[in-house]
């Protein structure tokens, strides 16, 4: 693992970089690269290219621990419109109605409320039925992100309960976690759609794997158990390594290629994008937008040391 993440995670927190980060004009241009604007007018014709390319796009509106009921319900606007947003987009690209949905947002729980107090986890699964029957109207999907893992348990059973209702319903699962292969084995046998990720968040060791030999070979397991049992598994990793597992498990499993798809951050490796979807592969790309953009960025940082340089450089081109 990146041997700073410790580091730049923890900056992720401080108000003070964020400061000098956001003042540094040169720094527009690397936050653009991993960022599609801070608003809906600025992310729109971003999706709209993706699609036309061929690879499909899952949108997640930054914003997370939310405070209030207010903010929880300003986020929920915020998807209702993006909902229909993606909807026309997907339409106006041409795209068709599909067992398989181009379009998809993704959401994390705290930002619908899952942190107000006793009442949060209650408060968060509301808001989250009203989002899925609003994107049953307009045939888009729906995953709820991972967040650290103090939110795991209220997640996994806000999912399983409205999957009752909403069977499509995905959750990403972090392969740093410990629980994690337990956890695939689990949602794998509810017919729960997955998205494979190795996982963001600072945590401790008791929790999660701090080494990448770890996290890789938790990755390889939970891997296995997907392709293997899973319905419609979703790869996210931009590890060649990884990939070329999820390759050749797919074909041991037979596995077409719309039985499963790649996922990729939005800014990282295009090339092996627009490659994956030539050779015929479903590939979604998640595109974050919304002005609380710096948590994400940072974690992004973290995650790879190439990030990091890329971003460094730019603070250093001031001319």
Known sequence: MNPLRPAILAAAGSSRIKDVITRVPATSAVVQRFVAGETRAELVPVARGLLASGRSVSVDFLGEYTTDRIQASAAVAE???????????????????????????????????????????????ENLHKLCAKAVERHVWVTVDAEDHTTTADTLEA?????????????????????????????????????????????????????????????????????????????????????????????????????????????????????????????????????QWYGYLMRRLAERPANLGFFLRALTERG
């Open 159 to 291: 999912v399983r309960n409205a999957r009752a209702e909403f069977p499509w319903l995905a959750v990403a699962l972090q392969t740093y976690l410990r629980q994690a292969e337990d956890n695939a084995r689990d949602l794998a046998a509810d017919g729960t759609r997955i998205r494979l990720c190795k996982g963001a968040y600072q945590e401790p060791d008791t929790v999660a794997y701090q080494r990448r030999a770890e996290v890789d070979a938790s990755y390889l397991r939970c891997l296995e158990v997907l392709l293997r049992n899973a319905w419609y598994p979703m790869i996210a990793s931009h590890d060649p390594a990884m990939i070329s597992a999820a390759l050749a498990l797919a074909t041991e499993n037979h596995r077409a290629p719309g039985d499963f798809e790649f996922q990729m951050l939005y800014g990282i490796r295009d090339a092996e994008q627009r490659r994956l979807v030539g050779e015929g592969h479903s590939l979604r790309v998640y595109i974050p937008y919304g002005t």
């Open 79 to 125: 998807y209702f419109s993006l909902i229909d947003d993606l909807a026309e987009a997907d339409q106006s690209s041409g795209g068709v109605l599909t067992d398989i949905p181009r379009v998809e947002v993704s959401l994390k729980l705290s930002a619908l409320g899952q942190s107000l107090g006793q009442d949060g986890p209650a408060i968060a699964a």
